[in-house]
């Protein structure tokens, strides 16, 4: 496994006394060693905003690993659970390519030893170092179906000569394309005035399916669970990404671009408990959380919520 770049740290938090009882992250969570036996849920930060910068938005991204894990801290477990914390990657002096090489080695170094992987990101750049990680894993070199489900207002399919925050999705189909594979890439929460018809048309030509976010109302949630389901049936493993500006502005005010209309967070967590119960998810990133921007942190908080519920429903499966 590729050394962090930042060791993690000690977690603390609330503290009702000893015991399952009591148990709260702060309590479970331990440092990741690599004698760890499988089936943990293991933590991996990745500290850039240089994606962001890059794609013209509002930087700041890079502490929302520290932010997250301060709000992770204090949610109380519904029992013991095994949760390790690997540390950080941090993309320094604007070397994001770097950065994301040493994510992806590190995720796949996490998967070969039988873990699930939570990336803290971050921009939504995280995303192809997270992809570096899935496809160049032992599972997927033996020929694993996978696919990546991303919860977001925008294809993030840009085709800029530089990387960024905007380019992660179509980098990956080029990857995929490189490899001999097609990429099953779906997308829940897509904006429609913020994603011009030339994206439109490059999803199409990549055969991306997605559904607006206008039709993942809490009315629509029976088409929304078929759309995931459709996409579960067809892979064997599953990369889960959420940028959080798929969330209403009222819910995730501290992102780069908050949303107008966004994603109800009923609906987004319902989806989170669908791929979760398939016990089919390797790898979760959560993307675009800015503290700087944040209100109250509750852009921090439905964050730490939306994980908390994923970590708990796998450790259910176990």
């Known amino acids: ?25 702060h309590n479970a969570i331990t440092p990741f060693v690599r004698e760890s036996p499988p ?3 293991v933590l991996v930060g990745f500290r850039s905003d240089e994606g962001v910068r890059r794609n013209k938005g509002r930087t700041g991204a890079a502490r929302g690993p520290a932010t997250l894990r301060q709000a992770l801290a204090s949610l109380a ?42 990336v803290l990101g971050g921009g939504h750049e995280v995303a192809y170092g997270s992809y570096l990680g899935v496809s160049r894993s032992a599972a997927v070199r033996a020929g694993a179906r996978w696919g990546v489900l991303n919860l977001d207002a925008h294809f993030d399919l840009r085709g800029d000569e530089i990387p960024s925050s ?41 055969g991306v399916r997605y559904r607006l976010d206008e039709d993942c109302t809490i009315a629509d949630l029976a088409g929304v669970r078929e759309f995931v389901a459709d996409f579960l049936a067809a892979v064997d493993v599953v990369y889960l990404t959420i940028d959080l500006d798929v969330l209403p502005a009222a ?43 944040d209100v109250d942190n509750r852009t921090a908080r439905t964050a730490a919520r939306l994980i908390h519920r994923i970590v708990a429903q796998r450790r259910e499966l176990q």
């Open 39 to 41: 089936g943990a849920s």
């Open 251 to 293: 819910v995730a005010p501290g992102v780069s671009a908050p949303a107008a209309f966004g994603v109800p967070v009923e609906v987004i967590q319902r989806v989170c408990d669908e791929v979760a119960s398939s016990g089919k998810l390797a790898v979760l990133d959560v993307a675009e959380l800015n503290p700087d921007l």
């Open 1 to 25: 496994m590729t050394a962090v770049d930042h060791p993690p740290t000690g977690w603390s938090g609330r503290d009702d006394g000893p015991g399952a009882a009591h148990l709260r992250w």
């Open 77 to 118: 477990l519904p029992g013991p659970t095994r949760i390790m914390d690997a540390g950080d990657m941090a993309v320094e002096d604007g070397d994001l390519e770097s950065g994301q090489e040493r994510l992806g080695r590190t995720v796949t170094a996490l998967l070969d030893r039988g873990h699930m992987v939570t």
């Open 166 to 206: 905007g380019t992660p999705f179509r980098q990956m189909a080029e990857g995929e394309a490189a490899a001999g594979r097609v990429l099953n890439y779906s997308v829940l929460g897509i904006s429609q005035p913020s994603n011009t018809v030339a994206l439109f048309e490059t999803a199409a030509t990549l």
